[in-house]
């Protein structure tokens, strides 16, 4: 019965399916030129220790994600512990004491709330002097209207953008609405940086913010770019004078890029980026099957099944504690590693709620594999997100309508 369900909704996902075939095609194109254009080749997985001096490898592959990023250059890590990492080292490279820092997204992602000091944290940015500031969205876009009121009258040393969204009932943004309020802060405000949080949407969409004018972005590598394989790590992508920043802040004024061992990470994390686009297009698959299935099962879902997608994430509305644990269960026991392991909601360092997670993963807390996550409070959502292969999704998928039943 499940089966022949599935068997159905393929059919209807067909034209669906066909063009996120499409995006893969374009986005491997675009990994495999860099790859050769660097001319990468087996020294480059080389092992560097203690300093890291003079890593080649190392050196290839932040040209090479700065190529598919469309960035001027990159900084890529394992010494970055995760995107909320990569994106705290940004803001302290790029803030000063008597900053600002402007988020016109809304409240930024629950890990974020000590580093800028909406939790009172004696490390935090408020702790240095900057203030934070905020413009919400309206109707899943921009206020451009409370946007160009405030640049008009302030002028902030940072605008950050989170694309995703995070723990959040808001959609996540494309890259069609970053470039037309990029154009607007750009022109009233052309000191600011814009900095976006792109995590969960790399190879989503064709362009990158970078391509429509960001001067910088962040992200994770136990997401989408790491492909499943990277087994830690993060980025910062932009322009050279914002990755010397950043560089100098990682490390230490004076040596910034110059270090930082690779400890053999490198191939791991050539081979993450050269498969991330197809974990990517079966991540999307799998997030589209389950919003079509899940809503004629009765469930509230965003993205709906035929909408545009800008990220990874597929949010299943609950509304009841008991049935958000449910969820969550099933994809663990969906899982490859841990799979009978049954998940309870527990306090997590850098969230306010207790937060029930199913990651049954390879890699620790990865989202670029079958996931599923949600903070234990109301409407009680699920975040799902990732699949390796389409066929391990549909599995999870099948097994989830099983336990809801």
Known sequence: MIEEKIENAEKVLAPIFSKIDSNERKNSAKVLKAFQDNQI??????ATTGYGYNDIGR????????????????????????GSHALTVAFFAYLRPGDILLSITGKPYDTLDEVIGIVENSSSLKSFGITYEQIDLVNDDFDYDKILKYLESVSP??????????????????ISKLEKVIQLIRKISPSTIIMVDNCY??????????????DVIVGSLIKN????????????????????????RL????????VGPSLGINKQILMGLYFAPSAVASSLKTAVLTSYLLEKEGYEVSPKYQEHRSDIVQTITLFDREKLIQYVSAIQSASVVDSFVKPIPAPMPGY????????????QGSSIELSCDGPLRSPYIAYQQGSLTYAYGRLAVMRVL???K
């Open 157 to 174: 040393r940072l605008i950050e953008i989170q694309r995703s969204r995070g723990y959040s009932t808001r959609k996540s943004l494309d």
């Open 352 to 363: 306010q709620d207790e937060v029930i997670m199913a990651s049954g993963s390879f890699t």
């Open 201 to 214: 949407c790399e190879f989503v969409e064709e362009k990158t913010p970078l391509t429509v004018g960001a």
């Open 41 to 46: 080749e087996e020294s480059d997985f080389s």
């Open 225 to 248: 770019l790491g492909g499943g394989i990277a087994p830690n790590g993060a980025y910062i992508a932009g322009s050279k004078e914002l990755i010397h920043l950043a560089g100098e």
């Open 251 to 258: 490390t230490l004024p004076g040596e910034g890029l110059e």
């Open 402 to 404: 099983e336990h809801l």
């Open 59 to 82: 050196g290839k592959i932040e040209k090479i994600f700065a190529q598919v990023l469309d960035a001027e250059a990159s900084i890529v890590r394992s010494q970055f512990i995760s």
